[in-house]
C-alpha cells in the first residue's frame, strides 16, 4: 500500500510539473521581443550617471511592455516619467521631450529590474526613442534608440 501511495504521489508530482512547464513555456513563446537596447544618460551629477542598464520592449498577445532590466538604475528625481517619443534620441532635449511624445509612466522605482505595461493604444513602431524625463523641471534623464 505504502508503494502505491509513493508511486500516486510520484505521478501527481511529474504530472504537476509538466503542466507548470508547458505553461512557462507557453508564456515564452507568445512573448515576441520587439526592440531592446542599452539607456543613454543624459547628464551625471556627483559622479553618478542619471540613467544606465539595458530594456526590451516585448509583446505579450496584444499588450506591449517595457522591461527594464535588472541593471537599471536611475536618479531619484520628482516627475521622472518614460514617454515614446517620434524624435531620434540626437534630437531629444529637456524642452522638447514631450512633444508629440506618448507618456507610458511616472517611475516610482528607480533601481531593478521591472515591467511596465505601455497604453494599448500605443504602437511603439509609431516611435524612434526611449525616453525618460523629469517633466516638472523639464530636465532629460537619458534616451536610447528603438531601432
Given amino acids: ?3 502505491v501511495a509513493c508511486s500516486v504521489s510520484a505521478l501527481a508530482f511529474l504530472v504537476m510539473s509538466f503542466l507548470s512547464f508547458s505553461v512557462l513555456a507557453q508564456d515564452a513563446k507568445s512573448m515576441e521581443k520587439v526592440a ?7 547628464f551625471s551629477s556627483w559622479g553618478k550617471k542619471s540613467l544606465v542598464g539595458s530594456w526590451e520592449i516585448v509583446k505579450d498577445e496584444e499588450q506591449y511592455f517595457i522591461v527594464l532590466g535588472d ?8 516627475d ?26 511616472e517611475i516610482t522605482r528607480f533601481k531593478g529590474q521591472y515591467r ?5 493604444d500605443v504602437n511603439p513602431d509609431d516611435f524612434q526613442s526611449l525616453v525618460f524625463h523629469c ?7 537619458g534616451t536610447s534608440s528603438l531601432r
Fill in 1 to 3: 500500500m505504502k508503494k
Fill in 36 to 42: 531592446s537596447g542599452e539607456l543613454t544618460p543624459a
Fill in 71 to 78: 541593471n537599471f538604475s536611475a536618479k531619484d528625481g520628482p
Fill in 80 to 105: 521622472v516619467k518614460v514617454f515614446l517619443s517620434p524624435k531620434p534620441t540626437n534630437e531629444v532635449t529637456g524642452s522638447n521631450a514631450t512633444e508629440g511624445s506618448a507618456l507610458i509612466t
Fill in 116 to 120: 511596465i505595461a505601455i497604453p494599448k
Fill in 135 to 141: 517633466e516638472a523641471y523639464s530636465k532629460l534623464w
